[in-house]
C-alpha cells in the first residue's frame, strides 16, 4: 500500500492515477474532507502531516509513502522525526520527499527551515528514501489565469530573467518510479524543465497555444511585493522574489535527473499550458 500525501495537490492529483492504473492500493490524504474525482479504487484519509497521532491509522499496512508538506510548509506541527518514526513503526519501507531545490541553492533560506527538518529526518528514518528537489512550478502560471481570462494580460517581475520551471506531472511520475521501482534508495534527485523560460517568454506560449494575443506587463518589484503578499507569508515573499529576479546559476541549470529516471526529455512549459489551457480560456 502507498500513502500520498499533499493528494489535493498538482503533484499529488498527477501521482494518485499513476500508481492507482498501475495496480498500487493507494491512500490520499488530505487535511480536508474528501475531495472530488479521486480516482477509481483510491482510498480518502483526513490527516494532517503535522499530527503524527492523526498519521498513524493511515499508515498501518503502509509499504510506501509520499511526503508533500503543500501548506504546512512554514506552519506548526510536531518534530518531522515525529511523524517519520510513526512510518517506521508501521513497516513503512520506502519514503519519497518532495523537496525544494532551495535547500542546496540557498541551504540556509528561513523560508524552507521545516522543509530542511524533512529532508534530514528523512535521510535517518532508516527507510529507503528517494529526495526529489524540485526547481519553480509551471503550474505557477496559475497566478496569472484570471488576468488572462478577463484582461488577456499577464502581469509579472523581472519579465526577460529565466529560468527552468518543471511540470508537476513531471515530478509526480519520478515519484511514481520512486516509490514503486528499485534503484532509487540514498537519492537526491534535482527536477527541472527542459529549457530556461523568462516570465515574458511564458506569456508568449499562453498567447500561442490560446490562439489568442496576451499582452504582457512587467510589474516593480515593490508591486510584486505587494501582489505576493495578499496569498504568501511574509517571510516567504522576499526570498521568493530574490530567486524571481537574481537567481544562482545553480538555479538556472538545466538538470538531466528527470529524463535520466524517465528516459524521457523533461517536458516543456508549453506542454504544461496546453494541458491547461481551459484555465486561460
Do not use: C
Amino acid at each position: 500500500m502507498i500513502v500520498v500525501t499533499g493528494a489535493t495537490g498538482n503533484v499529488g492529483r498527477s501521482l494518485l492515477p499513476l500508481l492507482a492504473d498501475a495496480g498500487e492500493e493507494v491512500v490520499a490524504v488530505s487535511r480536508q474532507a474528501e475531495p472530488e474525482g479521486l480516482p477509481g479504487g483510491v482510498r480518502h484519509a483526513r490527516a494532517d502531516l503535522g499530527s503524527s497521532a492523526s498519521m498513524r491509522p493511515v499508515l498501518r499496512r503502509a509499504d510506501a509513502l509520499f511526503l508533500l508538506l503543500g501548506g504546512a510548509l512554514n506552519g506548526p506541527g510536531e518534530p518531522a522525526e515525529a511523524l517519520l518514526d510513526a512510518a517506521m513503526e508501521a513497516g513503512v519501507k520506502r519514503v519519497v520527499l518532495l523537496s525544494s531545490q532551495i535547500n542546496s541553492t540557498r541551504p540556509e533560506a528561513p523560508s524552507h527551515t521545516r522543509l530542511r527538518e524533512f529532508e534530514a529526518a528523512v535521510r535517518v528514518s532508516g527507510a529507503d528514501f528517494t529526495i526529489l528537489r524540485a526547481g519553480g512550478f509551471a503550474s505557477n502560471a496559475y497566478a496569472w489565469a484570471e488576468s488572462v481570462r478577463t484582461k488577456r494580460t499577464v502581469f509579472a517581475p523581472f519579465a526577460e530573467v529565466a529560468l527552468p520551471v518543471v511540470d508537476p506531472a513531471d515530478l509526480a511520475e519520478v515519484a511514481a518510479v520512486a516509490l514503486r521501482e528499485d534503484g532509487h534508495a540514498g537519492r537526491t534527485y534535482e527536477l527541472t524543465g527542459p529549457e530556461a523560460i523568462s516570465p515574458r517568454r511564458q506569456a508568449t506560449v499562453i498567447s500561442e497555444v490560446l490562439g489568442e494575443e496576451v499582452a504582457f506587463v512587467e510589474l516593480s518589484r515593490e508591486e510584486a511585493h505587494a501582489h505576493l503578499a495578499q496569498f504568501m507569508p511574509e517571510e516567504v515573499i522576499g526570498g521568493t522574489l530574490d530567486i524571481l529576479g537574481r537567481p544562482l546559476p545553480a538555479e538556472q541549470r538545466i538538470s538531466p535527473d528527470a529524463e535520466h529516471v524517465l528516459g524521457r526529455p523533461a517536458a516543456p512549459f508549453a506542454e504544461w499550458v496546453t494541458r491547461n489551457l481551459p484555465a486561460f480560456r
